[in-house]
């Protein structure tokens, strides 16, 4: 029986993935490389020094630990920039009227995003308050795949991992979510996120009963 939901942040409530996005292509380009939409989904889920690896991988260029933070705090501080101009409007249709729903059978609800900048993107959508748990990239040692983030989230919420049930749009996610041992729905492509149990294109295609059927 389904006890808990867990959400991921970028492309499941708002689309931050989209100014991940931007600011990777940016500092890509500043290194001759033009980043694409299919390479960046190697960049989804997983933590920042890794995604920028990613990059540096793709443009074949090796720089030690000390050039690598630069890079990696400058592409923060462009991410940063584009974050702070969100408002309410931006989060997806259909997430309100979930955590709506889920609030009122009592299930408890936490939220796992790998980004240090997940509570500065919740202020801005002003939906901090309706999690029980708020666990960020800050919290943890290993990101995605790893199943630390979600087993942690899963203990702040008070729930059993087996009576869990994570929302994720990203294959690193998924995995992470299956190693917890815990149900998972994926948003976005089957080709992409086909080990979730159940894949939906957008998160309003999720209802109560959805996750009641997983249970």
Known sequence: MIKGCIFDLDGVIVDTAHYHYLAWKRLAHELGHHLTEMENEKLK??????????????????????????LANKKNIWFNDYIERMDPN????????????????????????????AQTVLRQLRIQNQFH???????????????EIFLMTAERIGVQPVSCVVIEDAEAGVEAALAAGMKCIGIGSDLILGKAHKVFPKTSDISLSTLVELG
Do not use: Y
Request: aromatic share 2%; glycine share 8%; no cysteine.
């Open 45 to 70: 889920g997983v933590s920042r020094m890794e995604s920028l690896n990613v990059i540096l991988d793709l443009a074949s260029i090796s720089l030690n630990e000390e050039h690598k933070q630069m």
């Open 90 to 117: 931006e989060i997806f249709p259909g997430v309100h009227e979930l955590l709506a729903s889920l609030k009122e059978v009592g299930l408890r609800v936490g939220l796992a995003s790998s980004s240090r900048n």
């Open 133 to 147: 748990a708020i666990i960020d990239g800050s919290m943890i040692r290993h990101t995605k795949p790893d199943p």
